[in-house]
C-alpha cells in the first residue's frame, strides 16, 4: 500500500484548482504522452522539469533599452489612442514615458475596457516586453507583463520555460506547477546524511522548490546541485528496484541443475558446425551457472548472427538432462515458428520432447499443451509472450530463456521471474548494450558476450544508393535472382499513405511482381499468421527469390542463403534498426550485399547513420553511435516496449551517479534486506515515488 502521504503527488493533475477537463488532457499529453486519455498525475507535474529561462532582470530606461531584449521597464501612463471605430487593422496605442523618453504600447485588436483598467492614465505601472525601434521611436508590442507598483511581486524577474504542447501556455503551465509545489508533502529523507553532505545535496522540496523557481540560470542546469539530487533519487529508485528484484530471484533459488551430457552430445553432432570458442564459453558459463544453488540471472549479448539460438538449445538440454524443463520466449509469432521448425530435428535427435505456444494455440490445443506442460510431457517450450500467461503452469521449469530481450518491457520481464519458482534465467540480446544500459534497465546481470562470429563468414559489403538510381538496381537484383540469389526488400510501411511520399512493400511488391512474377514474394505484419508462415517458408526454401517485406523480419529471422538485402528509405529507419535488417544476410558462406536505397537530399543525422552503416558492421561501435545520435531511451526500443524511461535523469549529466546509486542500493540492502530501517522506510517512500510498486511488493509485509 502506498503510504498516504504521498496520495497528493498521484492524484491525477484535474484534481487541483484551476485544472479543468481540458486542460488536464493537453497536459496529460505532454506529460504521459499518447492521446492524453490516460491523465497525468500531480507528481509529473512537479517532474516536469523547465528547459530554459526567462530573464526580465534587465530594468533599463526606456532610452537605454536595447532592440529586440527583454525590459523590464518603469512608466507612467500618458494616453490612450484607440483605433478609430470599426477599424481592427489600427491597433490600439498607449503612450507611456519616464524621465528619458516615450515609448507606445501596441494591442492588436486590443480590449478598450480592459485595457482602460490596466493603463489608469497618470498612473506608474511597470511593464516587461521587448522593445522595438522604429525610426528613433521605442515601441512595444504586447508587453507580457502589466503590473502596478503594490503588485511588483507577481512579475517574475527570473521565469522557467517548460516543453510545451498546444493547449498549454506558458502560464498555465507556470500556474499548474506553482499548484503543485504548494501541495507537495514533507517526505523523510532517503539519502544516506553522509552522501548529501559531501555532494551538498538539498532536500527533495528545496530541489523541486528551486528548480521550478530559478534565481539563476544555473538553477535550472542539470549540472545543478538541485537538479543532480533529484536525478539520483530516480536512479537509487531504479537500482533499488532491480537489486530488489535480484536478491529474492537468487534467494528463493536452492536449486543445482546438472546434466550428464547426453542430449547435448546429440545435439551437437546432429549440429551441422562444430561451435565457436565464443559460444562453447558462454555454454559453459551459463552451465556452471546453473550448477550452483543460486538463482541464475545472466544476459547472453551476441550481435546477429553469433549464433545465440544454438547457445540456448544446449543450455535448455542441459536442463532437461537434469530432469528439468525448459521455455524460450521470442518476441514475434514469425521467430517462435521459425525457432520451432530449426529446433525440431535436434530435439527429435536428442529424445527431447518439443511444443510451441502463440497467441495461434486456441482452445483444444492450447488446452492440451497446458495439460502436458503441467504433467510433464513437454520438455521445452517455445512461445511468444503467451508462454507467460495465467494458465501456463509448468511441472518443474528449471530454465526460462528470453530471446531478443530488448523487445520485452518489465512488465513481462517480472511475470517471466515470477513465474518459474525458482527458474535460472538467460536473456538474449542482439543489440549489444552498453555497459551503463545493462546498468540502468537490467541492474546488475551477468553477461556473458558472442564476441566472435561463426568462421567463414565474409564481411557484408554495404553501399547506399539514391533513389535515382532505383532502375539500375532493380535490372541488378533481377541477375541476382538469374543466379538464384535470394534477395530481402525492406520497405518502411505496409500501405501507401497519401501523407507520405513512400512507396509501401504491398506497391513494391506489386511492381516487382510486374517484372519478376512468382520469383517475388511478400510479408508483413498485417498480414494472417498463417499467410506471414507460407511467404516466409515460400522464400527459406526458394519457391521466391524476392521477399519485400516490412521491419516484420527485423529480428532473428534466419534464411542463412539470401545474400543480398535491400533497404528502401533507408534514412527513415533507426541505426540499430539499419544493422539488425543487416544482419539478415551475411550468415552462410557466400559474399553478401546490403544496399542502402535513400531518397535525397539526407538530412545530416540520417547522413551520419548511413555513413557508419558502410565504415562497420562491429554492432558495438554501431550501438554506441547510436546512443549518441539518439539518446539512451530508444537503443532499448523502450518507446515501444514501455520499460521506464527517466523523467529527471539524464546520462550525459548524470551517468557517473549511476555506478553511485548501484552501490549505495547494493550496500542498503546487505545492511537492510527488508528495509525496516528508518532510513529503510523512507527508502519504501523513495520507491512508491518512482511507481516502483512492484519491487516493494517483493518486501516481506509490515
Ligand atoms: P543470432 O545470434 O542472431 O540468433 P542464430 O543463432 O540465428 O544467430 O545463428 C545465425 C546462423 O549462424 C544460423 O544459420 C546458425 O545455424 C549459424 N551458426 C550458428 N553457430 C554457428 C557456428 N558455430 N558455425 C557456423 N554457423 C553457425
Ligand atoms: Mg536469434
Known amino acids: ?370 495439460a502436458r506442460l503441467t504433467s510433464g510431457d513437454i520438455d521445452l517450450l517455445l512461445g511468444t509472450h503467451a508462454l507467460f500467461q495465467s494458465g501456463v503452469e509448468f511441472k518443474n521449469l528449471a530454465l526460462g530463456i528470453v530471446d531478443e530481450q530488448h523487445r520485452f518491457g518489465v512488465h513481462q520481464r517480472l511475470a517471466l521471474t515470477s513465474k518459474g519458482g525458482a527458474a535460472d534465467i538467460l536473456v538474449m540480446t542482439a543489440t549489444p548494450i552498453p555497459r551503463t544500459l545493462v546498468l540502468t534497465f537490467f541492474g546488475d546481470m551477468d553477461v556473458s558476450k558472442l564476441d566472435e562470429k561463426p568462421a567463414q563468414r565474409l564481411p557484408i559489403k554495404t553501399n547506399a544508393l539514391p533513389m535515382e538510381r532505383l532502375d539500375e538496381l532493380i535490372s541488378r537484383v533481377q541477375s541476382a535472382v538469374a543466379n538464384g540469389e535470394k534477395i530481402y526488400w525492406l520497405c518502411p510501411l505496409v500501405e501507401d499513405n497519401d501523407e507520405l511520399p513512400i512507396t509501401s512493400a504491398e506497391s513494391r511488391f506489386k511492381s516487382l511482381q510486374n517484372l519478376m512474377g512468382q520469383n517475388v514474394g511478400l510479408v508483413h505484419g498485417r498480414m494472417k499468421p498463417a499467410e506471414k508462415d507460407a511467404a516466409m517458408l515460400d522464400f527459406k526454401e526458394g519457391r521466391t527469390r524476392v521477399l519485400v517485406a516490412t521491419t516484420v523480419i527485423e529480428v532473428g529471422v534466419d534464411v542463412p542463403d539470401a545474400t543480398i538485402m535491400v533497404i528502401e528509405h533507408a534514412e527513415r529507419f533507426g541505426l540499430a534498426q539499419l544493422h539488425q535488417l543487416r544482419g539478415r544476410v551475411g550468415r552462410g558462406t557466400k559474399q553478401s550485399t546490403c544496399l542502402l536505397l535513400y531518397k535525397a537530399p539526407l538530412e545530416e543525422v540520417a547522413q551520419a547513420r548511413l555513413k557508419i552503416m558502410r565504415e562497420t558492421e562491429d554492432g558495438f561501435r554501431i550501438a554506441e553511435e547510436d546512443l549518441k545520435l539518439r539518446g539512451e531511451g530508444e537503443i532499448l526500443g523502450t518507446r515501444q516496449s514501455g520499460a521506464p524511461g527517466f523523467q529527471i535523469a539524464q546520462m550525459e549529466h548524470h551517468g557517473d551517479l549511476l555506478e553511485m546509486a548501484r552501490d549505495d542500493a547494493r550496500l542498503i540492502l546487505t545492511k537492510d534486506p527488508e528495509l525496516q530501517s528508518t532510513r529503510g522506510e523512507a527508502l519504501r517512500i523513495l520507491l512508491y515515488l518512482f511507481s516502483k510498486d512492484e519491487a516493494v511488493r517483493l518486501l516481506r509485509a509490515g
Open 1 to 370: 500500500m502506498r503510504p498516504a502521504l504521498l496520495n497528493p503527488l498521484f492524484a491525477t493533475v484535474d484534481s487541483l484548482t484551476g485544472i479543468g477537463p481540458k486542460l488536464s488532457i493537453a497536459l496529460s499529453k505532454l506529460l504521459r504522452g499518447g492521446d492524453g486519455k490516460e491523465l497525468a498525475q500531480v507528481g509529473d507535474l512537479l517532474f516536469h522539469l523547465p528547459s530554459g529561462l526567462i530573464d526580465r532582470r534587465k530594468q533599463p530606461k526606456i532610452m537605454e533599452a536595447h532592440e529586440g531584449v527583454l525590459s523590464t521597464i518603469k512608466v507612467r501612463v500618458d494616453r490612450h489612442e484607440p483605433p478609430p471605430r470599426g477599424n481592427h487593422r489600427v491597433p490600439y496605442k498607449i503612450m507611456v514615458h519616464d524621465d528619458t523618453g516615450e515609448l507606445t504600447l501596441v494591442y492588436f485588436r486590443g480590449q478598450s475596457r480592459w485595457l482602460d483598467g490596466q493603463y489608469p492614465v497618470g498612473e506608474i505601472r511597470y511593464i516587461s516586453g521587448k522593445v522595438e525601434w522604429y525610426h528613433g521611436r521605442a515601441n512595444m508590442v504586447h508587453p507580457d507583463y502589466v503590473v502596478a507598483p503594490e503588485n511588483l511581486d507577481e512579475l517574475p524577474l527570473m521565469e522557467p520555460v517548460y516543453p510545451l504542447v498546444s493547449g498549454v501556455s506558458p502560464k498555465i503551465m507556470k500556474r499548474s506547477i506553482a499548484t503543485a509545489l504548494s501541495i507537495l508533502p514533507e517526505v523523510p529523507e532517503w539519502i544516506e546524511p553522509s552522501i548529501l553532505d559531501k555532494h551538498r545535496w538539498p532536500t527533495v522540496q528545496f530541489s523541486l522548490n528551486s528548480i521550478h523557481n530559478p534565481q539563476d540560470i544555473l538553477d535550472i542546469s542539470p549540472e545543478s546541485i538541485a537538479w543532480k539530487r533529484l536525478a539520483y533519487d530516480e536512479l537509487l529508485a531504479g537500482q533499488l528496484a532491480l537489486a530488489l528484484v535480484r536478491s529474492r530471484m537468487k534467494k528463493s533459488a536452492g536449486k543445482s541443475w546438472r546434466g550428464d551430457g547426453r542430449m547435448r552430445k546429440a545435439i551437437l553432432n546432429a549440429l551441422p558446425f562444430a561451435l565457436t570458442g565464443a559460444q562453447e564459453r558462454s555454454v559453459k558459463e551459463i552451465l556452471s551457472d546453473m550448477e550452483q544453488p543460486d538463482r541464475m540471472l545472466r544476459m547472453l549479448q551476441g550481435d546477429v548472427g553469433s549464433g545465440k539460438t544454438a547457445v540456448a538449445l544446449l543450455s535448455a538440454a542441459a536442463a532437461i538432462e537434469a530432469g528439468g524443463q525448459a521455455a524460450i520466449m521470442a518476441p514475434t509469432e514469425i521467430l517462435a515458428r521459425q525457432h520451432f521448425a530449426s529446433t525440431q530435428p535436434l530435439a527429435d535427435a536428442a529424445g527431447i520432447r518439443l511444443a510451441v505456444l502463440t497467441g495461434r494455440e486456441k482452445g483444444k490445443a492450447r488446452e492440451e499443451i497446458y
